[in-house]
């Protein structure tokens, strides 16, 4: 993703080391470190300050600064949360790009149903600190109903509790797990995947490195180029264009990736429309 964020720069004339600086902070997972760091680079002073971590980023930036300009990629809705005014007039400082991921919940879980159609509970692993949490279960819920299955809800908000997780899902007797969109999660997919894997749970992701890692199955956007486009963002407005006067940018493009590997481990038939329908099929 920094590596898609750097050529999206290159591109557009702004290289490493050359003519621009770009300064890093991590919160690891850790969402309530993200104003303190946020604060930290408005003080180091900033040209434009980029905020990639979802929706916690993005409001912490803003509240940051009302002088910097802000580029965020996020995964929901900006105007339901506050960060812009709308979507083609973002006003103020900040714009960016949306990833809608938070949004499409429902997809997941009709591409769950074709792959696993004796589904009747799909169990969707959420984590109860990213700002969206309630509105992604909430969207589940009512997807879930509409597709005649039941959903049940199981939380982790840090590695250690992964395995309970899982191990209430497997109590419940869940089908399949839809893993939800998230920033932490994304950064720990080689242990989701893993976990998935070991208990034989057939789950679908968010991006498409989930599978090409191992996982079942991914619908999303991808990730890699959204990062280039919020360098050419920055880019942009380090030559001068206001954000004000960018709009904030949606995917037109989802991808379903299907790895035929895992499904044939968890012993699965792909349906064939659902082979040809999908954008990658790893074999």
């Known amino acids: 993703m920094v590596a898609g964020f750097r050529h999206g720069l290159s591109e557009a004339g702004f290289v490493e080391g050359r003519n621009i600086a770009i300064e890093c902070r991590w919160a690891e997972g850790q969402y309530e470190r ?3 760091l946020a604060n930290e680079l408005v003080r180091r002073g900033v040209a434009v300050l980029v905020a990639t971590g979802g929706e916690a980023a993005a409001l912490a930036a803003k509240a940051a600064t009302a002088a910097i300009p802000v580029v965020f990629l996020i995964g929901g809705d900006p105007v339901k949360i506050g960060l812009v005014a709308s979507m083609n007039r973002p006003g103020a400082n900040i714009t960016g790009l949306t990833l809608l991921t938070t949004s499409i919940d429902g997809k997941r879980i009709g591409l769950l149903k074709e792959l696993v159609p004796k589904a009747s509970l799909i ?21 879930a109903s509409q597709a005649g299955m039941r959903a049940t809800v199981v939380k982790a908000r840090a590695e250690m509790e992964f395995e309970p997780a899982f191990a209430t899902l497997l109590d419940q007797h869940a089908d399949a797990l839809i893993v939800c969109a998230d920033p932490f999660f994304n950064s720990r997919r080689d242990q989701l995947v893993a976990l998935a894997a070991r208990h034989r749970v057939p789950a679908i992701y968010e991006v498409r490195e989930y599978a090409s890692g191992g996982g079942l199955m991914s619908y999303g956007i991808n990730i890699v180029e959204l990062y280039r486009g919020v360098a050419q963002y920055t880019a942009r407005i380090l030559k001068g264009t206001k954000p ?9 493009k989802f991808e379903l990736v299907i790895n035929l590997m895992t499904a044939k481990a968890l012993g699965l038939n792909v349906p064939l429309h659902l082979e040809q329908f999908a954008d990658e099929v790893i074999e």
């Open 123 to 143: 169990a969707a692993l959420i984590n109860p600190d990213f700002p969206p949490a309630e509105n992604q279960q909430r969207d589940i819920l009512e997807a």
């Open 34 to 36: 993200l104003p303190a």
């Open 244 to 252: 004000t006067d960018l709009p904030v940018v949606q995917p037109t």
